[in-house]
């Protein structure tokens, strides 16, 4: 049987054989899914994303845009909290900071009720932009790495703070049926996107 060549340019009818037919698992395989798209208004503490199945969906990326809010006197948080449980994460991380005058870098470790998605700098609100992924099968220990950016208008008009997160969950035998995203004070606004890869 001689091979089958296929020009996609020159292709003047469709593809009926079986082995070549186009259907949406064929599309969707391997691929990240978008499951849920949130606009949260400001004044939001928490939202919580169910129907989740982690041992199917196998991973989540999660991407945020928008503002954390309001006043402290310490940096507060935007947390990924798997089925909403009160949990202790381990989260370290790098970050790069530009103050308005001065740059400045450094490692840091902070203890929260979830995985670090995103900080603020110099204890001030700021716009942010974070993704991060988070690995959801049971039978391993369920690990985040995320990246996010802040400016800090509130600091100077040049304040941006950038950095790098990452932590570990080590239950490996619950199911993650939902995915909860919260600050750890204050409140926040703006678009949470999450997408799965079913492999």
């Known amino acids: ?5 296929l020009d996609y340019h020159r292709l003047k009818t469709p ?28 004044g939001t ?10 041992d199917a969906d196998k991973a989540y990326l999660i991407y945020f845009e928008g503002a954390l809010e309001g006043t402290a006197t310490a940096d507060w948080y935007l947390v990924l909290i798997p089925n909403a449980l009160s949990l202790t994460i381990d989260n370290v991380g790098y970050y790069a900071a530009f103050d308005g005058i001065t740059t400045s870098s450094g490692t840091w470790r ?18 942010m932009v974070c993704l991060g992924i988070l690995g959801a099968m049971t039978g391993y220990r369920r690990q985040y790495i995320g990246w996010y950016h802040i400016d800090s208008p509130g600091k100077s008009s040049l304040a941006h703070h950038d950095g790098f997160t990452g932590g570990f969950w080590n239950d490996t035998t619950t199911k993650i049926t939902s995915l909860k995203i919260a600050t750890s004070t204050n409140t926040f606004s703006g678009k949470i996107i999450l997408f799965k890869v079913s492999i």
């Open 15 to 42: 593809i009926d054989h079986p082995d070549f037919s186009i259907t949406p698992l064929k599309l969707s395989f391997g691929v990240w899914q978008k499951v849920a798209e949130v606009d949260a208004p400001s």
């Open 1 to 5: 049987m001689p091979d089958i060549v």
């Open 45 to 54: 503490t928490a939202v919580t994303i169910s129907g989740l199945d982690g």
């Open 110 to 127: 902070v203890s929260l009720g979830g995985f670090m998605m995103g900080r603020t700098g110099w204890y001030v609100a700021g716009h």
